[in-house]
Structure formats: structure tokens, C-alpha cells
């Protein structure tokens, strides 16, 4: 297989998953007394007993270092409502700071929890899995705080944000 079928393999992956609807998190950690954050969509449930959250995360992120350095974290589930959160935290909306003032709450390790957000989970890292350009972070379950449950996620598909209908 030539580089030819590579790109061919990888667009046909990146259309594919374009099509696939994807919840919206903002995870966020601090780190040497530096708070981060980064919206992810590779976010999924993988075991009840103990239980476990994975993220998946490209190496090349600006707080990709931080995430894999950091013991707890905190994923934030965003409603409909939240798009612009999630583009201030995904780095293409400009901002002086993703964490303003009165915006969060501090948790366990200092890592700050969102107070927007209706759903969150704090999370220790579990373990870490090097996977192609990304690593995958496996966290567990320490905490879920559900603010409320009368919500519409947050979704983006085929690069544009969209909830469900009900």
C-alpha cells in the first residue's frame, strides 16, 4: 500500500466520522498552578466496574501536555446553548481567558469545574495508551455532578454544531 491509498484511507475516515454525530465536552485540569482546557469530542463511557471514561487526545493540542501530565480532571458535558464555550475552549474563538473569573468552581487537585455546564464528571487518570497521532486517556469515575438532566446536548456533525430533536 502506497502513499496514494494512505490519503485515500485517511479522507475516507475523516468523512466518515464527519457523518457521525459527537457529543461536545470541555475537559479541563490544572497543572503547576496553570488551568487548562480543550473541548474534545472523542469521548466515550468504557467500563462500569471500576468505572472508566476514555478521551482521546492529538499530541499536537495546544494543552496536550498538561492532560497527559495531570492526575484529575474534570469532562463537562455542553448543552445546545454552550457553542460558543465549546469554540473558546476549542482555540478558535479568541478570548483572554478561557477561565474567567466567577465562571468555575475549584475541585479536588484544584482543577476547576465549569458552572455552566448541566452535567460533569471528576475523573484520576487511569492509565494512557499511545494510539497513532493521539494518545487515549483512560480516567476513573470519581464523582458525577448533574446539575440537571432537562437539557439538549451539544452535538457537531459534519463540522457544525446541532442537538437532537425531541
Do not use: W
Not at 475523516?14 to 498552578?33: D, E, H, I, W, Y
Not at 445546545?80 to 468555575?104: C, H, M, N, P, V
Not at 468552581?105 to 475523573?123: N, Q, T
Request: aromatic share 8%; glycine share 6%; net charge negative.
Amino acid at each position: 500500500m502506497g502513499l496514494e491509498d494512505l490519503v485515500a484511507r485517511q479522507e475516507g475516515l475523516k468523512t466518515f466520522m464527519r457523518l457521525c454525530p459527537q457529543g461536545v465536552t470541555v475537559v479541563t485540569t490544572s497543572a503547576g498552578g496553570i488551568l487548562y482546557g480543550m473541548t474534545v469530542s472523542s469521548f466515550t463511557s468504557v467500563s462500569m466496574n471500576p468505572p472508566l471514561i476514555l478521551i482521546a487526545i492529538d499530541r499536537s493540542a495546544h494543552s496536550y501536555k498538561a492532560l497527559k501530565e495531570a492526575h484529575t480532571f474534570v469532562i463537562h458535558l455542553l448543552s445546545s446553548d454552550q457553542a460558543e464555550l465549546s469554540e473558546i475552549f476549542a482555540g478558535r474563538q479568541k478570548t483572554s481567558e478561557k477561565f474567567e473569573e466567577g465562571s468555575y468552581d475549584v475541585g479536588p487537585d484544584s482543577v476547576p469545574i465549569l458552572r455552566d455546564p448541566p452535567a460533569y464528571l471528576v475523573c484520576r487518570k487511569y492509565k494512557i495508551y499511545e494510539a497513532g497521532d493521539h494518545d487515549l486517556i483512560l480516567c476513573e469515575v470519581l464523582e458525577a455532578g448533574i446539575r440537571r438532566q432537562d437539557f439538549k446536548p451539544l452535538i457537531y456533525r459534519n463540522r457544525a454544531y446541532t442537538t437532537i430533536v425531541s
